[in-house]
C-alpha cells in the first residue's frame, strides 16, 4: 500500500491517494485530467509521482 500527495509534485495541491502504485497512477491521471487540465500527464510527471509515493 502507498500513499501520493499531489502537493508534493504540484505546489499548492491538497489532493492525495492512496492504493498500490497501480491504482494511484490511475487517479493521478483522472485527477491532472479533471483539476489541473492535462489531457495526457507527461512521462516526467509520471516519474515525479512514483518518486514521491511513500508506505502508507
Not at 11 to 31: K, M, N, T, Y
Not at 45 to 50: E, K, M
Amino acid at each position: 500500500m502507498k500513499k501520493f500527495r499531489c502537493g508534493d509534485v504540484v505546489p499548492g495541491c491538497s489532493r492525495a491517494f492512496v492504493g498500490s502504485q497501480d491504482e494511484i497512477l490511475l487517479a493521478v491521471r483522472a485527477h491532472a485530467r479533471e483539476d489541473h487540465g492535462l489531457a495526457e500527464v507527461p512521462g516526467s510527471v509520471l516519474d515525479a509521482v512514483r518518486g514521491a509515493m511513500v508506505d502508507a
